[in-house]
């Protein structure tokens, strides 16, 4: 086995295993280096850590290439639907014919949420942000549908926990949209596909029937596979660590859903929108909002642009970028904020401050105005997102729970407080 050796003041303190990965990626293996040297390693923000072992998604930042399971993202896009994919997340290929249906059987049968758990919906004020009634319905899930002990026959039972949640999760997400907008909920109905179903509790009215829109289900179908994974990010971090306490798997999930909330993460697709509107309303220039957002005095940044691992174009926003195009153009409609992304796309990558720190696209940039074509309101694209990563998050739970090398996740620190002190009277503090 190769190994590094480490120098202090030009003396060796130490050798360090090296490991290199299936893709040729090398590693420093310090998980010994405290015990043998006192020294631990700092890395705020864990972008030069591998905190684990995984086989489920391969990303090379550089090339800008991303795959799930060894299948490159652009023929998962083109020829998978999100249910075949999620199969592959969490089993590691993609399913027969056979097991798909099997799995969409599943999907059916799972895909109800207890009725007293649709009372919880009603005590939401109805200007909560439908992330908020995410996170905290699926925590609520488990206690009425606990995990099912795997042991008897591991396959089939993970399957179910597998499926319940998948299902669930796609429920309440459409119940939240109901709730918010002051609809009646809609239930789902075996007779459609996993994203049929969806768009039908969101969209069915009393006076009218849902049709389901060919346009609308493969464009929701791509647009969650362009989401179901995307290695160790914040909210996947997330998950396999909550995970990592031995924590249940609707724990872990709630907790990747409130990761992902936030501006720089997911949230990000409803900051791109509701950026690019205030422009369109305010009729500021493209140059000065991109003036704005490299002036380090001004809070003002980018949404949708940059990506701590991406220092090209991010795959996932070039698929989007095309499909805003044939979206709209199967759909026979335009929208204004397009031609706006597209132009201070271009002032952007012309600017030498996003050029020289390689700041491009990411995938938050485009598909917002994919879900405004299809009629998903702004405060619900993160919904999304987080329906399309739940198979990612599953499958991450899932590994690290099943890998001997993994412990209880638990960074240490630099401590910068107070050296030790000594507590005076009460009358004598100042
Ligand atoms: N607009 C203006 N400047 C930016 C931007 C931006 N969107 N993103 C990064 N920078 C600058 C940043 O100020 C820094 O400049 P300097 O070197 O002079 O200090 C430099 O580029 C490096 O950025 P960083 O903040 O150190 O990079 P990071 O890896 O810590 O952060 C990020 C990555 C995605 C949080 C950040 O680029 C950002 O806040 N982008 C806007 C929010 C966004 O679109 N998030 C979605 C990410 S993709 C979806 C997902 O998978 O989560």
Redesign the pocket.
Known sequence: MCKADIMIDGKKLCEVPVIVDNMGGKSLDITNFRKETGYITYDP?F?NTGSCRSSITYLDGEKGLLQYRGYPIEDLVENCDFVEVAYLLVHGYLPTVKERKKYADLLNENSLIHPQMRNFFRNYPDNAHPMSILAAMVVSLQPFYPEIDLAEDPEKQMDLNVTRLLSKMRTIAAFTYRKIAGMEFVNPNSKYSYCENFLNMMFSSPVKEYVPNPIHIKALNKLLILHAD?EQ??STTAVRLIGSSEANLYAAVSAGICALWG????G?NQAVIEMLEQILESGESLTKIVER??DKDDPF????????VYKTYDPRAKIARKMCDEVLADLGTSDPLLELAEQLEDIALHDPYFVE?N?YP???FYTGIIFRAMGIPTNMYTVMFALGRLPGWIAHYLEWNHDPYEKIGRPRQLYTGPQTKKILPIEERT
Do not use: E, Q, S
């Not at 501006?263 to 997911?266: A, N, V």
């Not at 940044?301 to 701590?308: I, N, P, S, T, V």
């Open positions: 923000g972008g995307h990010n914040c501006p720089k993460h997911g990000a957002a490299k940044k980018l949404m949708g642009f940059g990506h701590r720190r700041l990411n995938v938050d």
